[in-house]
């Protein structure tokens, strides 16, 4: 592991003594590049899955809330009884977010003398069943936390591994409604997907529908095989409330977009809208480019203490209305301006040149959503060219801006033109589209 860092930070360096020595003989479009491919968008159909254990679930992404970003292992019951008076007091399960979820540090170190899970007295001592009918008694979900291993992740708690079928039981004995299911401490002989699918069937015959997560973090590439048995899988690592794993997580779920569909979707991890280490600007990004992507949209920030500006981002509806569209296709980048993401999952290099993006999916009504993304330092006026979403020339589309609220004057035809400030994202849906030929693009 050591040397592969000194290896890639060597070519990482490479590349910036290139690019900044180049930077008076190349321009942007030398230096860097722009990408885009088509897809044609009459193939773009919901995908049709076939699952093994179908709970009826996960029609549309899920949304609700976990104290996991903010709390971690520091999570009690007070915070969860606390944040869920919130998500009352703030009418945000009338927005969608109906699923209340406690994390890891849950559970006792070990078990009760019959084998079976069992709360952590200190820090939940009325229980699970008591938490999970306080959240039904006010019209919401709840949801649990365990892992497909011998411990859980972060504090080496009780575990599922060996234990599926009695601890699917038991939680629908709590009444429980979602469960994440991490990936820490398992037999090395076992893969994820020999240990996942058993879960699973668990679930599926514990007599009560429970969302199924997989947390498997993309290791073994679960968007490929995990829509037979999960409603959800995580396609990359643990999201932080920093601006370049945003993007390196958007980038990593990209890939696994046409996997995704009703029933099943692609996972990048949790929202941190909300907990203070990235700029508003960075968090209309975060939240606009999860919901393009059909992500989960689950809030990871103490809902009694939120700000104004960041409720206004959780509660944009015009947005939200993206994710829970009924067609459930995910969005896809569909063009960029800037340099690879590898040279972004490494260094940064956009005070050279300004890195955009373009991203797109269909809507049902014959509407597409688009978004103008600028990654880079500096604002940035991106150009959207009907080519770069997929249309003809000749097309002509009503444009309505989702964060101002406000529908242009004019029909725009073989495009338009946005300033976008330096890492915010404007988000437009296109409708009542003049269409002689309709394509998408698929670019990474």
């Known amino acids: 592991m050591e040397y592969l860092f000194w290896r890639n930070l060597g070519i990482v360096a490479a590349v910036a003594i290139f690019a900044w020595k180049a930077r008076g003989r190349l321009g942007c479009s ?14 773009a159909v919901p ?3 076939r699952m093994v254990y179908d709970n009826g679930l996960g029609q549309t992404p899920l949304m609700g809330w976990s104290g996991w970003n903010f709390y971690e292992c520091t999570i009690n019951e007070k915070i969860v009884y606390g944040n869920m008076d919130a998500l009352v007091r703030l009418d945000l399960p009338s927005y969608g977010y109906n699923y209340v979820i406690v994390d890891d540090c849950w559970s006792a170190y070990k078990r009760d003398k019959e084998g079976n899970l069992r709360s952590d007295k200190k820090t939940f001592p009325s229980g699970m069943k008591a938490l999970a009918d306080y959240a039904h008694e006010r019209g919401m979900k709840f949801g649990l936390y365990s892992d497909a291993g011998r411990m859980t992740c ?7 591994e060996g234990h599926e079928f009695r601890d699917a039981r038991t939680f629908a004995s709590w009444g429980i409604d979602y469960l994440k299911y991490d990936n820490c401490f398992h037999k090395k002989n076992r893969p994820s997907h020999a240990r996942y699918p058993v879960m699973s069937e668990a679930l599926n015959k514990s007599g009560r529908p429970i969302f199924y997560a997989m947390c498997e973090w993309g290791e073994d590439h679960p968007a490929v095989w995990a829509g037979k048995y999960a409603n959800s899988w995580r396609t990359s690592l643990d999201v932080k409330d920093r601006w370049p794993r945003i993007e390196l997580l958007a ?23 909300g907990n203070g280490r990235m700029s508003l600007a960075e968090y209309r990004s975060h939240f606009s480019i999860w919901s393009i992507m059909k992500a989960p949209l689950i809030i990871g ?13 959780y509660k944009n509806t015009e947005i939200i209305a993206v994710n829970q569209d009924s067609l459930g296709i995910q969005g896809r980048k569909v063009s960029r301006i800037g340099q690879s993401e590898v040279i972004t999952s490494c260094l940064t290099l956009t005070k050279l040149c300004v890195t955009t993006q373009v991203w797109a999916g ?6 597409i959503v688009m978004a103008a993304w600028n990654r880079g330092w500096k604002r ?8 770069d979403i997929g249309l003809e020339p000749s097309v002509t589309a ?8 406000e529908d242009w004057t004019q029909r725009q035809k073989d495009g338009f033109e946005v300033e976008i400030d330096s890492h915010d994202c404007g988000v437009y849906i296109l409708s009542n589209i003049s269409m002689v030929e309709l394509y998408f693009n698929s670019g990474r």
Request: glycine share 4%; aromatic share 10%.
């Open 362 to 367: 269909p809507l049902s009504g014959d509407r």
């Open 380 to 387: 940035a006026l991106i150009t959207i060219n009907w080519y």
């Open 154 to 160: 972060k504090c080496h708690r009780a575990a599922s």
């Open 301 to 313: 920030c103490e809902l009694r203490t939120i700000t104004k500006e960041h409720l206004e981002i």
């Open 398 to 405: 009503s444009v309505r801006d989702l964060w101002k609220h």
């Open 47 to 49: 995908l049709e899955r």
């Open 251 to 273: 980038d990593d779920n990209n890939l696994w977009a046409s996997y995704a569909g009703p029933g099943g979707w692609n996972d990048p991890d949790m929202l941190q809208v």
């Open 30 to 43: 030398q230096l860097f590049d722009r990408t885009h491919t088509k897809w044609d968008i009459r193939k």
